[in-house]
């Protein structure tokens, strides 16, 4: 099988060059920018991410604990993000209307060669992915869980999954976690995203007329950087802008982002709260994954 890519150059399946190809491309990201890759702005900075993430891997003891995902170890990590990769491309690839049983992915476990062999197995799991929607075309329907998406949106999804899982390894090696503002901030802007697309549940997020305003202070983010989150009806309804909520919470949009998640505590000095401090707990209380 061909494939095109961003070069308009046809390349073989098989072929090193069709990597390479996504991989010497500039991370063409911002948002609103003409440019990008033609599978999508994200296939860039998908494989960036990844490749940092199985950087740190490759070397790393995988029996260590990953304190911030209780119960894994770094390859149980390693597996639930190659898997989730694998698991997109096939959905895609299939043109899935429903989800995919993640027990039935094709190739879902590494070769148990060791730490370099895991590292590869989950770099070729992005591979997949871009080839599957290179092939089904990047507006094609698929199944996700928040309804039917154009199978681009994985592409988007499995970077900040890998991006996030990326801090929990660091975390787990002690190692620094570092991180543009710029992907930062999508990722803080894309969990919004998935939490505004659940239905209202028992216990909202935030008090009805309740706002909550998160602000990254990196320099050049602009409004990409500042969120202002409600509800209604129960369900999450967001913005980027600046306003004055209920409560406030600066830091770098790293940080940010590692809050939000909850890969560091609420309280961390790294993150400024500002005004009622239950907002913010409660709101981390009821978003979990």
């Not at 604990?65 to 895609?92: D, F, K, N, Y």
């Not at 062999?117 to 869980?145: K, N, S």
Request: proline share 7%; aromatic share 6%.
């Amino acid at each position: 099988m061909i494939y095109a890519y961003p070069t308009g150059k046809i390349v073989m399946r098989d072929s090193p060059e069709r990597r390479r190809q996504f991989r010497e491309r500039r991370p063409e990201f911002m948002p609103g920018t003409s440019q990008g890759s033609t599978i999508d702005p994200y296939a860039g900075l998908l494989i960036r991410e990844n490749d940092r993430l199985a950087d740190l891997l490759q070397t790393a003891d995988l029996s260590l604990p990953v304190p911030t995902c209780p119960g894994w170890s770094l390859l149980q990590l390693e597996r639930h993000v190659g898997r989730g990769h694998r698991w997109a491309a096939q959905m895609i690839a299939a043109g899935a209307t429903e989800g995919l049983d993640p027990r039935a992915v094709v190739g879902g476990k590494p070769a148990e060669e060791g730490p370099e062999a895991g590292a590869r197995w989950l770099r070729e799991g992005v591979t997949e992915l871009l080839d599957a929607v290179a092939v089904a075309g990047r507006a094609a329907p698929v199944w996700t869980f928040t309804g039917p998406k154009p199978a681009s949106w994985w592409i988007r999804r499995r970077l900040h999954e890998a991006t996030v899982h990326r801090a929990d390894a660091a975390i787990a090696l002690g190692a620094t976690f570092e991180i543009a503002p710029e992907v930062a901030a999508d990722g803080v802007s894309e969990w919004l995203d998935l939490l505004a697309a659940r239905p209202a549940g028992a216990e909202p997020p935030l008090p009805e007329g309740a706002t909550l305003h998160l602000h990254a202070v990196d320099d050049g983010l602009g409004a990409a950087g500042e969120w202002m989150i409600t509800t209604s009806g129960g369900r999450v309804v967001w913005e980027n802008g600046h306003g004055k909520g209920a409560a406030a919470v600066r830091g770098t949009a790293a940080d940010l982002l590692q809050g939000v998640l909850r890969r560091i505590p609420a309280d961390d000095a790294r993150l400024q709260v500002h005004g009622d401090s239950s907002i913010w707990t409660t709101w981390l209380s009821r978003t979990d994954f």
